[in-house]
């Protein structure tokens, strides 16, 4: 099983700045199979970057992947408040599909 | 529009079994080249995927819960379904079923629909 491991558990950040998300799993993930998704509460999770670094369809371009074999970035350029929430990455290269164990992203 | 939609129990007494359902609207569920599946998230934790299968006939389980799990497909009813046996506290959770595609032609298959999830609390 690939372990997915998140950093930092939580982040604290004010409206209008950056926020680096790191996961890194436990081997290479190989075609760069990794996504990330955000997830509000009482909301399922929604794709916001799929392939380590592609967008998905209808997320803004402060959204952006990087990354690739066991270390992966999710970087949100300008927080804005829907941004303030819970992020997941996912591994999808290898059964069982793992998911790291979340980022909450807090206002400062 | 394809929409999921689960249905549970909400409540199971432990060592019963835990039975969960799907409906798939505004899409077959038969189309297209997708897995259909479960994750679940136990109140304030992250999220762990269960199973899936293809309409092929494949079928994937996660090893530390396959002992317990059973999945089922009902084409007619455009419906799948998923039930959990001897369930324990550390099975509460919100169990969300879910669809796998291939996403922009990435070449990987990635949840990329979801339903609002199904809460299961295990308590006597």
């Known amino acids: 099983e690939i372990v997915m491991t998140q950093s930092p558990a939580t982040l604290s950040v004010s409206p209008g700045e950056r926020a680096t998300l790191s996961c890194r799993a436990s081997q290479s993930v190989t075609n760069n199979w990794l996504a990330w998704y955000r997830q509000k509460p009482g909301q399922a999770p929604r794709l916001l970057i799929y392939g380590a670094s592609t967008r998905a369809t209808g997320i803004p371009a402060r959204f952006s992947g990087s990354g690739s074999g066991t270390e992966f970035t999710l970087t949100i350029s300008s927080l804005q408040s829907e941004d303030f929430a819970v992020y997941f990455c996912?591994?999808?290269?290898?059964?069982?599909?793992?998911f790291g164990g979340g980022t909450k992203v807090e206002i400062k | 529009q394809l929409q999921l939609q689960e249905s549970g129990p909400g409540l199971v007494k432990p060592s019963e079994t835990l039975s969960l359902t799907c409906d798939v609207s505004?899409?077959?569920?038969?189309?297209?080249?997708?897995?259909w599946g479960w994750i679940r998230q136990p109140p304030g934790k992250g999220l762990q995927w269960i199973a899936e299968?293809?309409?092929?006939?494949?079928?994937y389980y996660n090893p530390s819960l396959e002992s317990r799990v059973t999945t089922s497909v009902d084409t007619s009813r455009n419906l799948f379904s998923l039930r959990l046996s001897s369930v324990t506290a550390a099975d509460t959770a919100i169990y969300y079923c879910?669809?796998?595609?291939?996403?922009?032609?990435?070449?990987?298959?990635?949840?990329?629909?979801w339903g609002q999830g199904s809460p299961v609390t295990v308590s006597s």
């Open positions: 879910a669809r796998r595609a291939r996403v922009g032609g990435s070449g990987g298959h990635l949840f990329d629909l």
């Open positions: 299968f293809r309409q092929s006939g494949s079928t």
């Open positions: 996912l591994q999808y290269d290898k059964w069982p599909l793992t």
């Open positions: 505004g899409g077959s569920i038969n189309s297209g080249d997708y897995f």
